[in-house]
């Protein structure tokens, strides 16, 4: 029933619509074909795909874990001819070091570049003619005033000042030679040697001989400046890196590492043979064999194992047994002891002195207590605090001193054993520190006290005796 008239209407209406839109395309053509023109022309209007916003988050959010920043290469300046010509005139000015009163013309300009362009050329000249200008004008003040221009003159002072911050070949005079000797054979660690070496000579149960302790002192003190001499040979690399070391004369360069050794040779060679040949072999041989553990076996134990430490107890502890088999000419009990106290004494010596540089002996790659064992440094030092108790009441045992010494000992030994087990709780530099300075008057104080209780000798108590009543003779007939 209402079939034929919607048919009819929607009819009309699709008619009246195609109708409206042909008329429409032309103007449709002409609007689109003005929007290209027009972004052909400006393609900065152009439509990507970032101005439209849901198309920018999904490539953030799909990018973001990947996204790089990229620098965009600088380009290269572009320098025109006028601008290298003025920087030239700029540089000729700057480089003028004194200004002649009597020339005062400009030297002309090439016409090379001149003939390039001609607003370059007018640039040029009026360059040019500014710098005359001012010549002219700084060469009339000159004339006028006939002073001579001002030049920095650099003061001796300041000269010297700018040397020394220079890298510069190190000269060494003949009169700091004995210095730098010093140093390379560690002169402080050296009386030290010769120190407890000259104790154990006088705590020997022999008449004290003068001449022969002053050669035995010598022999040793040669023989420990040959051993540090080739310590710090071997060590100049390692000794570069610690604060403690580096001013050191081979680590500065002040003398060449062929000059150490041939003052160790120098130092070493009649340092042995004074021992063995004025004293006695087995001094000289204990000389050679203390030479040997020192260069040969601690120095290179120090980059390797914490052992070290006990085999650089053991050449300090030979002196003292040196001073006595120089005396004596054997071994004996009382010389065992007096190098026991040195190897005791020396670690807690040494343990407080290497907790406080752990830093430069690990930044020197050396392997100490103190830095790879640091429980096992405050255990040892404290152990062997105590053991030089147990070795001051050995010493009466042994005949070598009185029982006397075991009691006025035992004050200094008893406060070294409390700083060392303070230094045991505590483990911090305070502790350490005081540790160390305690050890320092400790042993000249152990040795001086055992020389005072030395036990008398045999010869002595004999000759102190009266002499025994003599039985008449009879002769029988």
Wanted: proline share 7%; charged share 15%; with cysteine.
């Amino acid at each position: 029933m209402y079939k034929t008239p919607c048919s009819r209407l929607s009819g009309l209406v699709g008619v009246s619509v195609k109708q409206k839109l042909l008329q429409n395309i032309p103007r449709c053509n002409q609007a689109a074909r003005s929007l290209i023109q027009l972004h052909r022309r400006d393609p900065s209007n152009w439509s990507t795909y970032q101005h439209l916003t849901f198309l920018k988050r999904q490539y953030v959010a799909k990018s973001s874990s990947e996204l790089h920043q990229r620098a965009v290469p600088k380009q290269a300046p572009v320098l025109t001819v006028v601008d290298e010509r003025e920087d030239s005139v700029e540089r000729q000015v700057q480089r003028i070091p004194t200004i002649d009163p009597v020339a005062t013309e400009v030297v002309p300009q090439s016409e090379d570049v001149t003939s390039k362009t001609q607003p370059e050329v007018s640039t040029l000249n009026s360059t040019a003619e500014d710098v005359a200008v001012q010549k002219d004008a700084v060469c009339r003040t000159v004339a006028v005033s006939g002073e001579t221009p001002h030049i920095q003159v650099e003061t001796e002072e300041a000269r010297e000042a700018r040397l020394d911050r220079q890298w510069k070949q190190l000269k060494v005079h003949m009169a700091d030679l004995p210095d730098i000797y010093a140093r390379l054979a560690k002169i402080k660690l050296t009386a030290l040697v010769v120190t407890t070496a000259a104790a154990g000579y006088a705590m020997a149960p022999v008449p004290f001989d003068p001449l022969m302790f002053f050669v035995s002192s010598l022999g040793t003190g040669l023989a420990s400046c040959s051993a540090n001499s080739i310590n710090q040979y071997f060590e100049v690399p390692f000794d570069s890196n610690m604060n403690r070391t580096k001013n050191r004369p081979l680590v500065r360069g002040q003398i060449s590492p062929l000059h150490a050794v041939s003052f160790a040779l120098a130092c070493g060679i009649p340092g042995v043979a004074l021992l063995t040949l004025a004293v006695n072999p087995l001094t000289g041989f204990l000389g050679a064999l203390n030479i040997f553990l020192y260069t040969c076996c601690y120095t290179p134990l120090k980059r390797l194992s914490i052992t070290n430490t006990w085999v650089g107890a053991v050449v300090g502890a030979i002196p003292p047994v040196m001073g006595w088999t120089a005396a004596t000419g054997c071994l004996e009990p009382g010389a065992l002891l007096l190098g026991g106290f040195l190897y005791s004494w020396q670690f807690p010596h040494f343990n407080a002195l290497s907790w406080n540089l752990r830093e430069d002996y690990s930044r020197g790659g050396y392997r100490m207590m103190s830095v790879t064992h640091p429980g096992m440094c405050k255990r040892v030092a404290l152990r062997h605090s105590l053991g030089l108790i147990g070795l001051s009441t050995l010493a009466p045992v042994l005949d070598v001193t009185t029982w006397t010494f075991p009691l006025i000992s035992l004050p200094i030994n008893l406060y070294i054993s409390y700083l060392a087990f303070r230094f045991y709780r505590k483990g911090d530099r305070s502790s350490a520190r005081k540790l160390f300075f305690c050890s320092l008057w400790h042993l000249p104080m152990l040795l001086l006290l055992a020389l005072t209780c030395k036990k008398p000798r045999r010869d002595q108590t004999d000759a102190g005796l009266p002499p025994a009543p003599s039985l008449p003779l009879t002769l029988q007939s």
